[in-house]
């Protein structure tokens, strides 16, 4: 990386250090400093909660007027034969203890689509 832009990511990483606060809590007894948060980022949590409403819920209380929101989730496979072929492409040479775990943690649960509609 050029000395420039090495400078450069260190200047963005110190403002941006200032603006932006990780929080960690439990749904749905989260309670946040604030409300009205302009950005709300979500990475693989809703399949973990035994009540999705429960984020949906909390995305309403805290995100503000226009706020940008981040969801990624899990999508379950259709079936364990899909299950079993993503898991022999992606984590083919891993032990087998791992493939096996993977293969049943993932497939049984990623909510479906009509779940998190819910």
Do not use: C
């Not at 990386?1 to 200047?11: F, K, V, Y």
């Not at 963005?12 to 946040?32: F, M, T, W």
């Not at 989730?73 to 492409?89: V, Y």
Request: proline letters at 7%; hydrophobic letters at 40%.
């Amino acid at each position: 990386m050029s000395q420039n832009l090495s400078r450069g990511s260190d200047t963005l990483a110190k403002a941006l250090e200032q603006r932006i606060v990780y929080v960690q809590g439990r749904l749905p007894d989260l309670d946040l400093p604030r409300q009205g948060y302009a950005i709300i980022f979500s990475n693989s949590l809703l399949h973990h909660l035994p009540d999705p409403s429960a984020l949906w819920k909390t995305l309403l209380k805290y995100a503000g007027p226009g706020a940008r929101i981040a969801l990624m989730d899990l999508l379950r496979p259709h079936s364990k034969q899909l299950a079993q072929a993503l898991l022999n492409t992606y984590a083919g040479n891993e032990p087998e203890i791992k493939r096996v775990f993977g293969l049943v943690i993932d497939f049984d649960t990623r909510l479906p689509i009509d779940e998190v509609a819910a």
